[in-house]
């Protein structure tokens, strides 16, 4: 058996994993907050193959998927907390995140469940287990790649909807496999995916091609406040409210990926103001620099090469912090070649 979980192999953690789902008869599912493409597609994923098992499962999010995902929640019903009771379940399934609080204002009443707890998740964990079980594998590209391995491993062969799911979790969290957590498994399982009858060009259409005529100018203003610190290394911008008070509503990828081609930048910082008082964080590095390091100093998290945090003070503040914390991480990293061992997403 291979310690690592990886290639055909399963860690006897993975096999307790299994387990406890072979086991479960009633499932919810969850993810963390604004939950991306890889939570949502893995969830569609595991409904359906635990659903072919004969298990009653729902899905229960802290929030509502985006609209790019619209085909994947015209097909499975995505819950979202209402602040009332959990429906019946004997297990809690988290997907692509491994700490409760992600999940907003449902943490405290998982917690007082008295429900089996399973991770399944690709990013780097907690040092404290408070799970029952966990499927983890920091190497997957995606958390939708953890279920295509459950599925697998339980037998269980992926109808359309759970296909789209995984194939939604592969394309978003590899960044339509260019980040360098694209690896080997990620084209075979995506050749195989292809070969079942997903179609990449609609599904990329579907995802990325449907914005609103203002994007591209909202693009152009957010662009507009783009600061370069460390003789250029790192490049900073931030997200001011909109005029109406709420926090602007933007698809960050395509302002991270525009940052991350300047050729001296190493480290994207995206510091989004989501109300008063309050900042979300959004890290990425194109080198060997950590941002796991730099997300986790603010109480946040997630991989190397893509973290993030939900940081409390005024923006100004914020971002000041972020970028000395960021410039300070250049002289403990041995940033300056890109890797290509780490992950994204
Ligand atoms: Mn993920």
Same mark, same amino acid.
């Given at each position: ?91 809690? &399934? ?24 399973? &991770? ?45 799911? &995984? ?179």
């Amino acid at each position: 058996m291979d310690k690592n979980g990886q290639g055909t192999g399963l860690t006897d953690a993975q096999r307790e994993a299994l387990d406890a789902l072979r086991g479960a008869r009633r499932v919810v599912l969850t993810g963390h907050e604004r939950p991306d493409g890889d939570c949502i597609g893995a969830q569609a994923a595991l409904s359906r193959v635990l659903t072919a098992l004969g298990k009653h499962v729902r899905i229960l999010n802290p929030d509502p998927p985006e609209g790019q995902f619209d085909y994947l929640s015209r097909e499975c019903d995505y819950g979202v907390d209402d602040g009332g009771a959990l429906p019946e379940h004997d297990l809690v &399934v988290l997907l692509d995140c491994s700490e409760l609080s992600r999940t907003g204002a449902l943490a405290n009443r998982f917690a007082e469940a008295d429900s089996l707890k399973l &991770v399944v998740d690709h990013h780097v964990l907690p040092p404290e287990a408070w799970w029952d079980a966990a499927f983890h594998d920091v190497s997957a590209a995606a958390t939708g790649l953890l279920v295509y391995r459950i599925a697998g491993a339980l037998g269980v062969a992926l109808d359309e909807v759970a296909a789209r799911g &995984v194939f939604t979790s592969l394309v978003t969290d590899t960044g339509w496999f260019k980040y360098s957590n694209t690896d080997a498994e990620s084209f075979r399982v995506a050749g195989e995916l292809v070969e079942s009858g997903v179609h990449p060009a609609d599904l990329f259409a579907t995802i990325y091609q449907r914005r609103s005529e203002d994007h591209p100018r909202l693009v152009g203003r957010v662009l507009d406040r783009l600061h370069y610190h460390a003789d250029g290394r790192l490049a900073l911008v931030d997200l001011p409210l909109a005029a109406d008070g709420r926090a602007m509503d933007l698809e960050t990828d395509d302002v991270l990926d525009l940052l991350r081609s300047v050729e001296t930048v190493e480290v994207v910082l995206l510091v989004r103001e989501i109300e008063k008082g309050i900042c979300k964080l959004s890290a990425r590095s194109k080198t060997d620099y950590n941002v796991n390091e730099l997300a986790r100093g603010f109480g946040g998290g997630g991989h190397v090469k893509a973290s993030g945090a939900t940081i409390r003070g005024q923006r100004e503040d914020v971002c000041a912090r972020v970028v000395a914390a960021g410039v300070a991480g250049f002289d403990n990293s041995r940033s300056g070649k890109p890797s290509t061992s780490e992950r994204q997403g």
